[in-house]
């Protein structure tokens, strides 16, 4: 990094971002999990970390809002062939599962598929849990960068454990994640927000931002956790807004329901549809960028500390690659960096 220039052209060859750093030299890990098995609607979230990869040497590194925090070293992981592999054989069986379910078919030969879906997720869950611990337990800062929704369950039980429980999560998505399993698949990308709160490694509060799609089961349970569980619906958000509210109070009132440490969990779809088009579950509505940006400036500059966080859902869909998602995809990446290595004071910021 000594004889690094940000200004000359860069390459995602030498690094995420264009920066030659090492694991070692690095302060904030990136950790790639190519898994998208349970994906019900479109596809290629799999292949997500390496779209962002990619885009990611299109972003200037200098920041108006975190200046040079990149100079504390990001350092993204290989994407691992074999869980990218193991993903592709387990996916072609959730999908048998899929349709054979919308033909009311729950025989046993489906019922077993059911029960070889849920196993390998249930070890993709303990391969998260166990890389990510090592990661914190070297004194890393760590961020996840999947795949589907449901990636990061074993990573934030591993941080839970690091911080006893005592922080909260900021939840960005279109979908409230709350369903107590989808499609019989225990760990569905739409289960994620429920396992983590029925869970014993679960936070001090969930606040969720940007919801707009969501079935009774998961209205229900958020009525029945209030004391846990805030949600900013998207509908209700656009009201406030037309109505003259401005953004900016809305901000407050989302960070002044966190606690002093932070969790961030991005789903893409979160976002205006427009900037992510190719994501797995588009849902009309959502922030724009810069609701979202300004967000996480607020979170961040109100003294919170951000502890980690996942980027999920980011595709290329069904063509071989789009510019498009990736590149939105890395900027939000870029910002998450950036807020956390400030926040925590990295070497460098």
């Given at each position: 990094m000594s004889h690094f220039n940000p200004s000359q052209n860069i390459s995602a060859s030498l690094g995420v971002f264009g920066l030659p750093v090492t694991a070692d030299q690095a302060h904030l890990h990136l950790f790639p999990v190519?898994?998208?098995?349970?994906?019900s609607y479109g596809a290629g979230a799999a292949l997500g970390p390496a779209l962002i990869r990619q885009a990611s040497e299109?972003?200037?590194?200098?920041?108006?809002?975190?200046?040079e925090a990149y100079r504390s070293g990001y350092f993204m992981h290989p994407v691992d062939p074999t869980w990218l592999a193991r993903n592709t054989v387990m996916k072609a069986k959730a999908q048998q599962v899929i349709q054979a379910l919308s033909f009311q078919d729950e025989s046993a030969h489906v019922r077993n598929l059911q029960?070889?879906?849920?196993a390998a997720c249930s070890e993709m869950v303990e391969w998260v849990y166990?890389?990510?611990?090592?990661?914190l337990q070297a004194g890393k800062?760590?961020?996840?960068?999947?795949g589907d929704h449901s990636t990061p369950l074993g990573f934030i039980r591993a941080l839970s454990e690091k911080h006893q429980g005592q922080f909260g999560i900021l939840h960005i998505d279109a979908?409230?994640?709350?369903r107590s399993a989808y499609q019989g698949f225990q760990h569905s990308h739409a289960s994620i927000?429920?396992?983590v709160m029925t869970s014993d490694f679960r936070p001090q509060k969930l606040v969720q931002v940007g919801i707009r799609d969501f079935c009774a089961e998961e209205f229900d349970f958020i009525q029945n956790h209030k004391k846990s569980i805030q949600t900013f619906f998207d509908l209700e958000n656009k009201r406030r807004l037309l109505k003259g509210t401005h953004w900016g109070e809305i901000v407050t009132e989302i960070v002044g329901q966190l606690p002093e440490k932070v969790y961030v969990s991005f789903d893409i779809d979160g976002l205006d549809p427009a900037l992510c088009p190719n994501t797995g579950t588009p849902v009309a509505g959502g922030l724009s960028m810069d609701q979202a940006f300004y967000l996480l400036r607020e979170l961040s500059e109100s003294?919170?500390?951000?502890?980690?966080?996942?980027?999920?859902?980011?595709?290329?869909?069904?063509?071989?690659?789009?510019?498009?998602?990736?590149?939105?995809?890395?900027?939000v990446l870029y910002k998450l960096c950036g807020w956390t290595a400030v926040t925590n004071q990295l070497p460098g910021c």
């Open positions: 190519p898994w998208e098995v349970t994906t299109q972003i200037d590194l200098f920041d108006l809002e975190t200046k029960g070889q879906v849920n166990q890389q990510t611990k090592a990661l800062m760590v961020g996840l960068v999947g979908h409230a994640d709350l927000m429920h396992n003294g919170k500390t951000l502890i980690g966080f996942d980027l999920n859902e980011v595709s290329p869909g069904r063509q071989t690659d789009s510019e498009w998602d990736g590149n939105v995809g890395a900027r």
